[in-house]
């Protein structure tokens, strides 16, 4: 018998394949080599510079200690401010909790509501981490498949037809990772008379909630009637929408008794995330909010280049794949080139065969849908220049052609 010993919970839990797709890349680059990366899923602009000045004057003035574990009141009470200003929806502080991210906010939310025995239903594809997650809380994962065809939307009906006497929890990321899907005000609107109906609470994972495309609409969760807030839980953060990844601040707003139980939760494990990044994070609420659109009309552009790069390919290589409405990401399905001969004579019969053989051949980084409880598919962040977005769909364009 070893004396170190992993718990069974972290026997099967598997790496982030996102966070993975990225080390591979980066361990080519650190080999010397030219590599057009697209496995990130953050924003490349800098932390606009009010947001920077805060974090420095809240150093100076002497905000480098423990904070309550659940966040400053000031920053709850910012983040209350900018839902009633963007969505007319009215929160108190004790209905916010500051986390270490958003992701640490899912965590939270899954931990608090979720064991062994419960059901958790997830529409696919879906963020990797969600399933993770729950999994490690000896919950089940009960995974709703889409289709492109949908959009990658789940319906009303598939949701009801998957509640069951155990299911706890709804999770739902509108506009979403990987597939850039935003649901339209209808779609959710059905969904959240099903939550109703059936008493499931939903997880409204929103992060994406600031960049929304031409054609489509955000409307938050929240903002059906009471009977949905109150079975409502929002996560949000400041990482996509300001470009603020590093500094780590997400939030979660729905019952107070959920939020209590969460931050006592945080005050065991983590306790206050980064002060300094609290007071920046009030800084980006707070302050001018220009900086948001100029960034989503550049996401945009860039967006329209690579849909426009993918509809040739479509025709000549027979990928598919449906519009991105939000967020970063486009998706699409390679499995045309299944068993056929790709750049430098590479054969691949599966997604995660295909985005390695694509590393290797062409030196472009991909994360494969199988990460994604999607088969078939590949997703391309276009969170990058659009010099290297031309380049790197260049390549693969010459590596669909068997160059
Ligand atoms: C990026 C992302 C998050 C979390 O971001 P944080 O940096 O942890 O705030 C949450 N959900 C989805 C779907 C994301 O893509």
Known sequence: MPAVRLSPALKTLKPSATLAAAA??????????????FTLGEPDFTTPEHIQQAAMAAMKAGHTHYTAAGGIVELKQAVCRYYEREYGLKFDSPQVLISNGAKHSIHNVITTLCGPGDEVIIPTPYWVSYSELVALTGA???LV?????????M???????????????????????????AYSAAQLEAIARVAVEKKVPVLADE????????????????????????????????????AMTGWRIGWTVGPAEIIKAMDNLQSQETSNPCSIS???????LDGPQESVEAMRVEFEK??????????????????????PGGAFYAFFNVSASFGKNLGGGKVVH???????????????ALVTGDAFGAPGYVRLSFATSLDILETGLNRIEAFLAGV
């Open 155 to 181: 319906s009303a009906e598939q949701f009801a037809a998957a509640v069951t006497p155990y299911t706890r929890l709804l999770m739902l990321n509108s506009p979403c990772n990987p597939t850039g899907t």
């Open 24 to 37: 591979k890349a980066k361990a080519l680059k650190a080999q010397g080599v030219t590599v057009y990366d």
């Open 302 to 323: 860039r967006r329209n280049y690579v849909m426009g790069r993918l509809e040739a390919m479509r025709s000549k290589y027979g990928i598919t794949f449906a519009q």
């Open 278 to 284: 609290q007071y920046a994070a009030i800084a980006a």
């Open 145 to 153: 498949p889409t289709t492109e065809a949908s959009g990658f939307v």
């Open 140 to 142: 089940t994962p009960v």
């Open 207 to 242: 992060i994406y909630e600031k960049l929304i495309y031409t054609g489509s609409q955000f409307r938050c969760f929240a903002s059906f009637g009471k009977d949905v807030a109150d079975l409502t839980i929002l996560v949000s953060g400041v990482s996509k929408a300001y």
């Open 350 to 364: 599966n997604a995660t065969e295909f985005c390695t053989a694509l590393l290797e051949q062409a030196h472009v």
